[in-house]
């Protein structure tokens, strides 16, 4: 992993963003947003991940996250990045359409151009961890994240936008539990 790409200091708040290879509209299906909200919850409950904020856009997703000390966070998310690329490739495959196989031709392409790779590459490498030194930068990033499905165009408002935190900031529904700052 590269050292750009690391989460050093345990007690803070990151700013990720994971990106989907290709840019590919993996997550138009709400199955696929599925298998990342489930991967989340466990990484919640089991590995000590913090969410503060959230959005998942048809091909990335924004956190604002951080670890509970236990280990970095740059750990959490490689190791979520490879669970939901498993799930993503399993359920592209059992989705015998000409689109979902358009999508596994891309991974497998992406994946055999990396020695490291032994078949599908379905995230981009690294997440671009921004660590949030201060209550103002917090807040910035999180208007961007909230205000990313309105700039889309997939809602008017941020809070109709079912994927996001912004839910949780509007006391509504929400498909993930969030840490208020």
Known sequence: MSEK???YNLSAAYFVTLTIVKWINVFENDAYK?????SIKYYQQFRGLTLH?????????????????TEPLSLILRDLKKFTSIKIVDMLK???C???????????????????????KVWKDGNMPI???SNKYFDTKMDYIHRNPVKA???EYEEEYLFSSARNYSELPAVLDIEFP
């Open 153 to 155: 165009g997939l809602v």
């Open 131 to 133: 660590e949030l030194i």
């Open 98 to 120: 000409d689109h979902s196989q358009k999508m596994l031709s891309v991974f497998e392409n992406e994946g055999m151009r990396l020695r490291r790779i032994s078949n599908y």
């Open 5 to 7: 790409f690391k989460t």
């Open 34 to 38: 599925n298998i990342v909200i489930e």
């Open 53 to 69: 904020a959230y959005c998942i856009m048809p091909n990335h997703l924004h956190l604002i996250a951080k670890s509970d000390g």
């Open 94 to 96: 059992a989705d015998n």
